[in-house]
Nanobody, 125 residues
Framework: QVQLVESGGGLVQAGDSLSVSCAAS????????MGWFRQAPGKEREFVAAISRTGRTTRYADSVKGRFTIARDNAENTVLLQMNSLKPEDTAVYYC??????????????????WGQGTQVTVSS
C-alpha cells in the first residue's frame, strides 16, 4: 500500500507557471505507475498526465500537451507536474494517483488503486 500527499497548488494568473508535487510513502515507490488527474466543480475527474514506473514513458491529455510536464524521482519518492502557460480552464483540484499492477503509463482513472487528497489550482483570467 502507498500513501500519497499532494502539495504546491495555489492561485496564479493566466500565463503563469506552477508546479504541484506528490510525495509517496509506504511500499517501494518504483513499483507504481503514477498519474495526475483533475476535477473541476460540476465535472468528472479527468486525466491530465501519466508516467511509467521507470519514468521512461509519459502520456498527456490533449488539452495540456506541450504545456505540462510530468516527471518522477524514484530516489525521492516524488512525482512532479510542471504546469506552464496556465489557462483559466486549468482550474481544478489536482489529484495524484498510483497503481502497482501495471507498468504504465495509465490514462484511465479506473486503473488506479490509490489516490491523494488533492490540491487546488486556481487560474485567474
Amino acid at each position: 500500500q502507498v500513501q500519497l500527499v499532494e502539495s504546491g497548488g495555489g492561485l496564479v494568473q493566466a500565463g503563469d507557471s506552477l508546479s504541484v508535487s506528490c510525495a509517496a510513502s509506504g511500499r517501494t515507490f518504483s513499483v507504481y505507475a503514477m498519474g495526475w488527474f483533475r476535477q473541476a466543480p460540476g465535472k468528472e475527474r479527468e486525466f491530465v498526465a501519466a508516467i511509467s514506473r521507470t519514468g521512461r514513458t509519459t502520456r498527456y491529455a490533449d488539452s495540456v500537451k506541450g504545456r505540462f510536464t510530468i516527471a518522477r524521482d524514484n530516489a525521492e519518492n516524488t512525482v512532479l507536474l510542471q504546469m506552464n502557460s496556465l489557462k483559466p480552464e486549468d482550474t481544478a483540484v489536482y489529484y495524484c494517483a498510483a497503481d502497482s499492477r501495471w507498468l504504465g503509463p495509465l490514462m484511465s482513472r479506473h486503473e488506479y488503486s490509490y489516490w491523494g487528497q488533492g490540491t487546488q489550482v486556481t487560474v485567474s483570467s
